[in-house]
């Protein structure tokens, strides 16, 4: 269709539709010269591991992205995948980094706070919003979860001996909203819902 273009991206930056505000979904074929001209152009990537899996699209190589100084978010992407969870994002996207690092033995897997970043600060910063939110700098909006481990009915058990840690990665792999006691937004609680 554009015979006149080097690779798909390049459709999108000769039309100068690749920039600073741009955000792409998936990233599952990118090559390392479209990589090089997303950090040149600074557009970022929304990496929706569970859509990806879930119509058999490709696994997206996200150390690779990072490894070119790439902002990449996680996206839950539901019209493709089948849930609209961040923490289901965060369990897909280790899979896939797991599933890569098969098939070549030195690939450097991502940690599990690592891809929190992803869910965290790294959607901010492919969103261009790091200097408002993404974490819990001074200035920054409050965006937060307030996380309890031992709710009646808890999805996973945390033990004496676990470090502060252990019970993190626990709730990112087996939490679930039972967990999430309050939720704050922009420095307003919405979970539960405030009393007028």
């Not at 599952?28 to 152009?41: G, I, N, T």
């Not at 119509?55 to 493709?80: E, F, P, Q, W, Y």
């Not at 974490?135 to 009915?153: H, M, S």
């Not at 420095?187 to 819902?193: H, Y």
């Amino acid at each position: 269709m554009f015979p006149k273009c080097k690779n798909y991206s390049d459709v999108y930056d000769v039309h100068g539709l690749l920039n600073d505000k741009t955000i792409m979904a998936h990233g599952v074929y990118l090559s390392d010269e479209e990589l090089e001209l997303f950090q040149r152009k600074g557009a970022g990537i929304s990496h929706c591991p569970n859509s990806n899996t879930s119509l058999c699209s490709g696994l997206m190589d996200v150390r690779n992205a990072l490894n070119h100084k790439i902002n990449v978010g996680l996206g839950t992407d539901v019209s493709g995948g089948y849930s609209p969870s961040i923490l289901d994002a965060v369990r897909r996207a280790t899979d896939v980094s797991n599933i890569l690092s098969l098939n070549t033995a030195d690939y450097q897997k991502l940690s599990h706070e690592e891809v929190f970043r992803l869910a965290t600060l790294g959607g901010s910063k492919a969103l261009g919003l790091e200097k408002v939110t993404g974490n819990f700098e001074v200035g920054k909006d409050f965006d937060a979860v307030l996380v309890n481990t031992g709710v009646p009915g808890a999805p996973f058990d945390v033990f004496h001996e676990d470090t502060l840690q252990a019970i993190f990665q626990k709730f990112l792999f087996l939490g679930d909203d039972r967990n999430m006691t309050e939720i704050y937004v922009a420095g307003k609680q919405v979970l539960p819902c405030p009393t007028a």
